[in-house]
Antibody, heavy 120, light 107 residues
């Protein structure tokens, strides 16, 4: 059974940083699985944030325009972990963040989500 | 970026009725269109991949079709547990984008 478990959410002031973690398990080919972060807000709905490709595709990354230069996605395949480092946070980054498999295609498996609140 | 527009935004239907949700893309995306269901306080889950392929374990009453710029999700014979918000998503180009969602409730 595929499981994605996020952690690291919380409250932070504007300009602050937060690092989200995603523990993966049950993936058929973990090192070749693309992983994305997708966030959700009542106002904007579902919004793709970032992706990291699998080993076979060089593990390269891509980001949504508003996150470029502020967010960094990374993976540690030896631990089955994916991370999202979020810097220079803005109030509009307030959302529920989901770790999901995919990025090239359909988002087949989703974590339970973790809440991030950016507020002074 | 590719904009996906869903219609209707809300639908209230009687149990066992058929529900049809449309997703229109701002440019052709081939069959790179996927459908998700999100129940209240739950994560989304994929229902249909590549316009018409049901994901593992999805009930047969969920059907998808379409190509290019117009796609539909049909729920044949709505069940109470189908109360949810449904989203489309395109993977044809980066950034991946989602429709705004269609909320379906039972009358």
């Amino acid at each position: 059974e595929v499981q994605l478990v996020e952690s690291g959410g919380g409250s932070v002031e504007p300009g602050g940083s937060l690092k989200l973690s995603c523990a993966t398990s049950g993936l058929a080919t973990p090192i070749d699985t693309w992983i994305s972060w997708v966030r959700q807000t009542p106002r904007k709905g579902l919004e793709w944030v970032a992706l990291i490709k699998g080993n076979a595709h060089g593990g390269t990354t891509d980001y949504a325009a508003p996150m470029k230069g502020r967010f960094t996605i990374s993976r540690d395949d030896s631990r089955g972990m994916v991370y999202l480092q979020m810097d220079s946070l803005k109030t509009e980054d307030t959302a529920v963040y989901y770790c999901v498999t995919g990025g090239c295609c359909s988002f087949d498996y989703w974590g339970h989500g973790v809440r991030v609140t950016v507020s002074s | 970026e590719i904009v996906l527009t869903q219609s209707p935004e809300f639908q209230s239907v009687t149990r066992n009725e058929r529900v049809t949700i449309t997703c229109r893309a701002s440019q052709s995306i081939g069959n790179e269109l996927h459908w998700y269901q999100q129940k209240p306080n739950r994560s989304p889950r994929v229902l249909i991949r590549y316009a018409s392929q049901p994901f593992v374990g999805v009930p047969s009453r969920f059907r998808g079709n379409g190509y290019g710029t117009e796609f539909t999700l049909v729920i044949n014979s709505l069940e109470v547990e189908d109360t949810a918000t449904y989203y489309c998503h395109q993977s044809s180009s980066v950034p991946p984008t989602f429709g705004q969602g269609t909320r379906v409730e039972i009358k």
